[in-house]
């Protein structure tokens, strides 16, 4: 018996009633009772040992019928349910559903405040914005962005930040950071856009992409700000709803629709493979030749909610593609391991808004350690939990590196990052290809 088994302490021989109602609402039981012991989620599990927990302890406590112990254990917020240890399990045992239910068997009220705080203030108008921010808002803050985008940036008087487009293809989501807290950083998307000639529009409502329901396991409001959203690009006559770079936004909804029944034809993406296909289309004509003297390393952050649990390797491929492509072949590192086995960082699950921050760093060790042996200088994250808390890590173990966001390295590659769009970068990329300068290509050539 490992020492993680002796620590449980069985007062007599309860039956579990949670693990066997959890079993009857999951597919094949969630295989919840075909476990081999073998250690392997617990041993890749970043969350192994916080408050004395482990995922294999945690199912074997759930068998042993100790469920007061496990629902009501402060760990169901410390597992950011990446599924990582579904992924290694040799017989599929779905862990983290077990936690999500244990997470719903709290009271509401008593779940951690900033995860409820976002829950509710998405429930406060019809943006579904984790942020509270109105329609009106959002309104504004898009037109007045990209107004000085044309008036202040040559080459751009044609830009367009569309709202509520009727018929428009694409109808894009937006995460509430850019629009409340940095809305500069809208500008580099809305410019991919143009140039790949893409018919998109926002939606005055629904626009909001982030789900902290989700996370709060509230199914009642996942669905209900997941089915807002939808409804909204239905009713423009979208045929696809585009995702930014956001891990959670894009899992909220394909899931979302899945979990819910929510019956729609809309194709729910992801926008990394689009990045990638309009590259291979030629719509987007990103060069590498700024990096050829500078040979600036970059790695990137498979968002878990992005590949693993929703879109597989196939998107991890993509994204490859798309930064290699920006910064050239031999100046990408990969993290080891990666792709649908890579780690979480520790942003997920609702961790950032949690305020178990001192766990929350110690589950992002294992991922600083990675970025570190990569001895890349930049980390590219297509996801804005993976952003922030790559970010946060660097600032808490003091790591040198950057953090940025796969649409600023983008726009940088076509020639269209301007010098107020620069803020996650570094000085090493503050002067490189501003549009204007000699030496830029101009974005527009060749259209
Ligand atoms: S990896 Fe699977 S089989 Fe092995 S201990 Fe964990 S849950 Fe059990
Ligand atoms: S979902 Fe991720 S954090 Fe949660 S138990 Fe599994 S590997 Fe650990
Ligand atoms: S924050 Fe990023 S790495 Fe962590 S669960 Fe979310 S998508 Fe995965």
Request: net charge negative.
């Amino acid at each position: 018996m490992s020492n993680a088994e002796a620590t449980i302490k069985i007062k007599n021989n309860r039956k579990s009633t949670f693990i066997e109602k959890v079993k009857e609402i999951l597919p094949e039981g969630g295989n919840l009772n075909l476990c081999l012991t073998c250690g392997a989620c617990a041993s890749g599990c970043p969350a192994t040992g916080l408050e004395n927990m482990d995922p294999r302890k945690f199912l074997r406590m759930a068998a042993l019928g100790l469920d007061d112990e496990i629902t009501g254990h402060p760990w169901v917020w410390m597992c950011s349910l990446c599924q990582r240890c579904v992924y290694v399990c040799p017989m599929s045992i779905n862990i983290p559903a077990l936690v999500n239910e244990a997470r719903m068997l709290w009271p509401r009220e008593e779940r951690p405040k900033g995860i409820l705080a976002s829950c509710d203030m998405a429930l406060r108008n019809d943006s579904c914005s984790a942020m509270g921010s109105p329609p009106d808002d959002f309104i504004f803050v898009v037109e007045d962005v990209c107004e000085e985008v044309k008036s202040d940036q040559p080459g751009w008087e044609n830009l367009e930040a569309p709202m509520d487009k009727e018929g428009a293809e694409f109808f894009l989501t937006q995460n509430s950071r850019e629009p409340v807290t940095e809305p500069e950083e809208m500008a580099p998307l809305w410019k991919i856009l143009h140039l790949a000639g893409v018919d998109w529009t926002y939606g005055s409502t629904g626009w909001g992409g982030e789900n902290y329901c989700m996370f709060l396991a509230d199914d009642k409001n996942w669905k209900a700000t997941t089915e807002l959203s939808i409804r909204k690009a239905e009713s423009l006559g979208c045929k696809i709803y585009l995702n930014t770079e956001c891990g959670h936004a894009t899992y909220a909804v394909w899931m979302g629709v899945q979990r819910h029944k929510i019956k729609t034809d809309l194709e729910i993406a992801p926008i990394v493979p689009y990045y990638a296909r309009w590259i291979r289309e030629g719509r987007l004509k990103p060069s590498s030749d700024w990096n050829k003297d500078m040979k600036i390393k970059f790695t990137c952050q498979d968002p878990c909610q992005q590949v693993r649990k929703s879109f597989g390797d196939p998107l991890a491929e993509d994204l490859r593609f798309v930064i290699k492509a920006c910064v050239g072949e031999e100046n990408f590192v990969d993290m080891t391991p990666n792709r649908s086995n890579n780690f979480c960082c520790g942003g997920g699950g609702g961790y950032l808004q949690s305020g178990y921050n001192e766990a929350r760093h110690q589950y992002g060790k294992i991922k600083f350690d990675q970025v570190m042996a990569t001895g890349a200088k930049y980390v590219i994250t297509p996801c804005h939990n993976c952003h922030a808390q790559i970010h946060d890590l660097n600032d808490h173990f003091n790591g040198g590196y950057h953090t940025i966001h796969l649409w600023s390295l983008l726009a940088l590659s076509l020639g269209a990052l301007a010098d107020t769009e620069r803020v996650y970068l570094g000085e090493d990329l503050q002067e490189v290809w501003l549009p204007g300068e000699p030496g830029t290509p101009n974005p527009f050539e060749g259209r």
